[in-house]
């Protein structure tokens, strides 16, 4: 589903992304962890295709297709999503008036008509049911007064509505108490479904004990230095860093 071949990125001429290599087929969950300032965010810019993301060298195959040459609009239509570290807020615009407006985007650029109203009204409450996410948040501008957990709650209602066949979430679990943490991850979980494929950003081990990967893999200087199963993620949660980093 997705083929990343040695991949180098640079931010405003800074070399950050040093030969990645990385394959995530149809229903794998893989975890990029590794320090702070390692390269995770970026790596997941890139794939969402945000500007100032300069792709050196190396490849991204999404689908047979090369992602690189697609806006983040077309890697949306593609079926890739991208959950913000840091979501916005978009004062004025209701939460349900974005997702449907998202959702036409994307249906637009498969070349399939509008969402019918009262289908879309089915499919919100059908999701929110399933997310267990109240339905008052929906009427709310979006992420607006949201507080932490809500708007990360709401990333992964928006990752429902949309259907994505690739999630990247990056650093979801950042600041989430744990009742928050588990509701996201329950989210998370009821969108497995054998075909849908994620990458999970993540600093912290925490969030692997609940959505528990495939693989999981350390990234340091912009390199992937380490994979392993999820017990990896156990391993770094006792030992850290510092043994495949060489820096205590
Ligand atoms: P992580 O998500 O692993 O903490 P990042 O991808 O955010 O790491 O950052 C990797 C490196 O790139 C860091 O050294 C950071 O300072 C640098 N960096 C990230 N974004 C920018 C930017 N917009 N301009 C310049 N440097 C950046
Ligand atoms: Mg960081
Ligand atoms: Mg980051």
Redesign the pocket.
């Known amino acids: 589903m997705l083929q990343i071949s040695d991949l180098h990125v640079s931010?405003?001429d800074?070399s950050?992304?040093q030969g990645i290599d990385l394959q995530v087929k149809p229903g794998e969950v893989h975890a990029i962890m590794?320090?702070?300032?390692?390269?995770?965010?970026?790596?997941?810019?890139t794939l969402a295709g945000k500007e100032?993301y300069q792709v050196d060298k190396g490849t991204i195959v999404f689908k047979g297709k090369q992602l690189t040459e697609l806006d983040p609009e077309e890697r949306a239509g593609e079926g890739v999503f991208l959950a913000f570290?840091y979501p916005v807020e978009i004062p004025g615009v209701s939460n349900k008036l974005f997702l449907k407006t998202a959702l036409n985007g994307i249906r637009k650029y498969r070349g399939e008509e509008d969402i019918d109203r009262f289908d879309f009204e089915d499919l919100l409450e059908e999701k929110a049911q399933l997310l267990k996410m109240p339905m008052d948040l929906l009427q709310r501008s979006v992420n607006e007064g949201f507080s932490g957990g809500e708007k990360k709650r709401n990333d992964i209602l928006q990752m429902a509505v949309l259907s994505p066949q690739l999630c990247i979430l990056?650093?979801t679990d950042s600041g989430l108490d744990i009742d928050a943490l588990k509701a996201v991850s329950a989210g998370v979980n009821a969108l497995r479904d054998g075909k849908r494929s994620f990458i999970m950003?993540t600093?912290y081990q925490r969030i692997l004990d609940y959505i528990k990967p495939d693989y999981v893999h350390v990234?340091y200087k912009?390199k992937i230095v380490k994979s392993g199963d999820h017990t990896l993620a156990k391993v770094l949660e006792e030992k850290g860093y510092g043994w495949i980093t060489g820096e205590e």
Do not use: F, W, Y
């Open positions: 931010v405003e800074k950050i992304l590794g320090p702070n300032g390692s390269g995770k965010s970026t790596l997941s810019s100032d570290q990056d650093e950003v600093h990234l912009g």
